[in-house]
Nanobody
Framework: VQLVESGGGMVQPGGSLRLSCAAS????????MSWVRQAPGKGPEWVSA????????YYADSVKGRFTISRDNAKNTLYLQMNSLKPEDTALYYC??????????GGQGTQVTVSS
């Protein structure tokens, strides 16, 4: 499983970022995919998931209404559009294969920092 995250950066509160995850080494279209984040000094936090076809999406309460997960199975790519970012969204964001209760990460993550 290879997952390469990109798109992170530093943004002011209220700003937006779009994360991408390029997947390889497995049949991307056959798996539920998730985004997970880890803030400094804290454990991993599941953020969002999307079913294989992209028609069903799920979000943690902390990001609901602000983040949107999507996927392009033709490109083996997962996305996370993040709007109205808050300082508490600051974390290392990982793409993961699998649903909330059983996922596997495989990349280095991409850092998101929200600060004025």
């Amino acid at each position: 499983v290879q997952l390469v995250e990109s798109g992170g950066g530093m943004v002011q509160p209220g700003g937006s970022l779009r994360l991408s995850c390029a997947a390889s080494g497995f049949t991307f279209s056959r798996y539920v995919m998730s985004w997970v984040r880890q803030a400094p000094g804290k454990g991993p936090e599941w953020v969002s998931a999307i079913n294989t076809g992209g028609g069903s999406t799920y979000y943690a309460d902390s990001v609901k209404g602000r983040f949107t997960i999507s996927r392009d199975n033709a490109k083996n790519t997962l996305y996370l559009q993040m709007n109205s970012l808050k300082p508490e969204d600051t974390a290392l964001y990982y793409c993961a294969r699998g649903p909330r209760w059983s996922y596997t990460t495989g990349g280095q993550g991409t850092q998101v920092t929200v600060s004025s």
